[in-house]
Nanobody, 116 residues
Framework: QVQLVESGGGLVQPGGSLRLSCSASGIIFSINAMGWYRQAPGKQRELVAIVTSGGRTVYVDSVKGRFTVSRDNAKNAVYLQMNSLKPEDTAVYYC??????????WGKGTLVTVSS
């Protein structure tokens, strides 16, 4: 089992920045990738950004150039630096840990609201 706890959400104005953090505990040595998904009201959950154990990153097109995902293996943590936030980034952001081939663990989510 893997437990994930997110922090860092909140209300921010358009153009602002937020940094999300996620701490992992449990069978962390088996995690192959960690990252972030989000779910906006009335929409399906979508991948935002992930980073593999080897350091490879993947981003959804809509956040490229604005968001940066990073991982600290020593702290068993993953981060999402979000810059130039837009109202359409408003969503609940979920931390994810993947154990290949197909075991996913999820945090409870943290709300990000981008509004003036």
């Amino acid at each position: 089992q893997v437990q994930l706890v997110e922090s860092g959400g909140g209300l921010v104005q358009p153009g602002g920045s937020l940094r999300l953090s996620c701490s992992a505990s449990g069978i962390i040595f088996s995690i192959n990738a960690m990252g972030w998904y989000r779910q906006a009201p009335g929409k399906q959950r979508e991948l935002v950004a992930i980073v593999t154990s080897g350091g490879r990153t993947v981003y959804v097109d809509s956040v490229k150039g604005r968001f940066t995902v990073s991982r600290d293996n020593a702290k068993n943590a993953v981060y999402l630096q979000m810059n130039s936030l837009k109202p359409e980034d408003t969503a609940v952001y979920y931390c994810n840990a993947l154990i290949l081939p197909d075991i996913n663990y999820w945090g409870k989510g943290t709300l990000v609201t981008v509004s003036s």
